[in-house]
């Protein structure tokens, strides 16, 4: 396993045994990372590939269903773009030497062992090394899926929305520091050889750790909802409630039928929403179903009344009223910035 100085000291460098690509081509680098996380990795337009070829480029990396985990060591800046199918991923990069400057949309922060940058679903991400020294950092991506998940097991139930992070992960901080020493365990993990931890289902746990100290450490759009920390689990006829319409979320959904799945009369259902969710059971429906119409707008190519059609809307007009309501702009303004 290699080595590396990090400050005056030497250590092994993360995920020796998984080494993608080492080349002085930036090419290489661009590739081998597009393949690993998926999406559109291109140079950054402030640095492109000029004067760069007589550097090394390294990536070093692993994934698996739920997680991709990369270690980049490059002068190289990057854009990273979200693929355009699924869900989409959240990403959190951490730098392990020297200082890279990172931007989410007009949000700018320094990487360094100190702060981490966190990514979210269908926004574009920069990468740019700060020239005086060597820069490397671990860049881990993580299903949305996961994050819902993780969420639901906290509160008990999905979230309305998408959880949309703050961008600058203080790691020096208690909370913060949490984050990091679950993924250095889990760059540990696969470092280690043993073959207890290559095995998915440790893979997964350590993963769910790291995503549960996200949801714990880093202030984002729900965090209303863990600020006294777990809450009680929904009743049951809730729980059936909300599988039922996460279920059937693009076909037609009557109260009737979210009360029948729920085995309760209307009444009790909507009284069990507005107590538990703060809304009514048709609401959380259009609210739903606007978030997954949203996410796709953005990572697909598609027409926005296809996707529309697609997730069981009948009225194009009332459904852009509602979407400009719920995101302050219409669905083309969203599908413009794809």
């Not at 790291?210 to 006829?237: C, F, K, M, N």
């Not at 302050?328 to 794809?338: C, I, K, Y």
Request: glycine share 10%; hydrophobic share 40%.
């Amino acid at each position: 396993m290699g080595q590396q100085d990090m400050g005056g000291e030497a250590v092994a460098a993360p995920l020796g045994d998984f080494r993608i690509t080492r080349s002085r081509n930036p090419v290489d680098l661009l590739n081998a990372a597009t393949r690993l996380f998926g999406g559109s990795i291109t140079t950054s337009p402030l640095h492109g590939l000029h004067g760069l070829r007589g550097g090394d480029h390294e990536l070093r990396g692993a994934a698996a269903p739920d997680f991709a985990i990369g270690y980049f060591a490059s002068p190289l800046g990057v854009r990273v773009a979200s693929a355009a199918a699924g869900r989409g991923s959240y990403f959190v990069n951490i730098g392990v030497a020297g200082e890279i400057v990172a931007s989410r949309g007009t949000l700018r922060t320094t990487l360094d062992k100190t702060t981490a940058g966190v990514v979210n679903p269908g926004d574009t991400q920069e990468l740019r090394p700060c020239r005086r020294g060597r820069t490397r950092f671990l860049g881990l991506k993580i299903d949305a899926a996961l994050v819902d998940q993780e969420f639901a097991a906290l509160t008990g139930h999905l979230p309305v929305s998408t959880v949309r992070f703050d961008f600058p992960l203080d790691l020096a901080g208690p909370k913060g520091r949490a984050v990091r020493l679950l993924v250095h365990s889990l760059v540990e993990q696969l470092d280690s050889g043993d073959f207890l931890f290559q095995r998915a289902e440790l893979q997964r746990s350590q993963l769910r750790c790291i995503v549960t100290a996200l949801l714990l450490a880093q202030p984002h759009t729900h965090t209303a909802e863990l600020r006294d920390g777990p809450q009680p689990g929904h009743p049951r006829s809730l729980r059936a409630a909300l599988a039922f319409i996460e279920t059937n979320i693009a076909e037609r959904i009557t109260l009737t039928d979210i009360a029948a799945a729920a085995g309760c009369s209307p009444r009790t259902v909507s009284s069990a929403f507005r107590a538990r969710l703060g809304l009514s059971p048709m609401s959380y429906v259009r609210n739903l179903r606007l978030n997954r119409i949203r996410e796709d707008i953005l990572a697909s190519t598609d027409h926005v009344s296809t996707i529309a059609y697609r997730w069981g809307i009948s009225h194009l007009g009332r459904f852009a009223g509602e979407y400009r309501d719920r995101f302050d702009e219409l669905p083309s303004a969203t599908a413009a910035r794809r």
